[in-house]
């Protein structure tokens, strides 16, 4: 069902939601292409997330004021996020960036908004057992229409950037790019926003896990947690390429690095406690592993879950849109 003034049938993505119970099972996470997705296996690859129910029904929670959201896949080619909406929940106008998407609504309902100029936005509900997709010159502003309302989303290539749009007190319609992992809403205020993240992310953190920095990084590794990410590194078929001590090493008084096709891992030991960063050969850019793994919706509370998961999903691709967004290492 549409408001606002744009009658004809199918003129936006929601206008044309099909039913995706018959498109389940022909893409999964276990038989992805080594390519992006087109706009027809996106909708395969939601349709069979969604029909599996029991993948990720414990991360289904609700919360007017932080929408919850939970990263389920992410490569070099697709990124799958589970979202929980409310009726209070909005994201406010957005783009994609260069990515399209497909959304499956699997409980509840969700209404789907299209600006206009010169016109009421457009409003299409979506309701439970309907998908929709889109391309990367689609703008929309997706709510929560009723409560406990779940949806699944896929997007090629994975999310990095995207676009929130706000109109000022001028009217002038303004866009501000925003990292993937950022929680979209009406833009307000960013430090707020920020904030309302880190809440959320911490949220499931296991009890005994160290707390996160003021800014969302955790700290450095004690000296057993580094020995676990070393033994794990060399029975992942990473090769120990060099070993500095003392003032060879560019910071801290060790350092070991590992490689593993054109992925480095270096730790280094300063004043007692290791850190860990990642870079590609050839580049001259260090980037801690803590905050890659948050960059990649990792939600590992111990290093050598975060370490598997950046190395997971590392290219030269990735590292190049990380390295523009993540501060680097000394
Ligand atoms: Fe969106």
């Known amino acids: 069902m549409a408001t606002g003034e744009l009658t004809a049938h199918g003129a936006v993505p929601a206008q044309r939601a099909t039913t995706w119970a018959g498109l389940a099972g022909r893409i999964g996470l276990q038989d992805l292409p080594a390519r992006d997705l087109d706009s027809s296996e996106l909708q395969e690859l939601v349709a069979t997330i969604a029909s599996d129910r029991a993948s990720w029904a414990d991360l289904v929670a609700f919360d007017d004021e932080r929408r919850v959201y939970a990263s389920i896949h992410r490569d070099a080619h697709v990124d799958v996020w589970l979202l929980c909406w409310t009726p209070k929940n909005d994201t406010g106008w957005h783009d994609h960036d260069t990515s399209s998407g497909a959304v ?44 406990q309302s779940v949806s ?25 790019s925003v990292s993937y992992a950022d929680e979209l809403r009406p833009i307000t205020s960013r430090a707020e926003q920020s904030h309302d993240r880190h809440a959320v992310r911490s949220a499931d953190d296991d009890a005994g896990a160290r707390p996160p920095e003021e800014d969302g990084h955790v700290s450095g590794l004690t000296v057993e947690e580094a020995d676990a990410v070393r033994s794990w590194l060399e029975h992942h078929d990473f090769e120990h390429v060099s070993k500095r001590d003392g003032e060879s090493a560019s910071y801290g008084d060790r350092q070991d690095v590992w490689e593993r096709a054109g992925t480095l891992i270096r730790l280094t030991r300063d004043r007692g406690q290791w850190w860990c960063d990642l870079s590609r050969t050839g580049e001259d850019v260090w980037l801690d592993v803590d905050r890659i793994a948050a960059a990649i919706g990792s939600e590992s509370t111990v290093p050598v879950g975060r370490v598997a998961d950046a190395t997971g999903s590392m290219n030269a691709r990735v590292f190049w849109a990380l390295s523009s967004t993540l501060d680097h290492s000394p």
């Open 104 to 147: 499956a609504v699997v409980t509840g309902t969700l209404t789907e908004h299209n600006l206009r100029f010169g016109g009421a936005s457009v409003a299409t509900t979506v309701e439970a057992g309907r998908l929709f997709s889109f391309g990367p010159d689609h703008i929309h502003r997706l709510t929560g229409t009723v409560p």
């Open 152 to 176: 699944i989303h896929a997007y090629s290539p994975p999310l990095w950037r995207m676009g929130q749009y706000a109109v000022g007190g001028d009217g002038v319609l303004r866009r501000q």
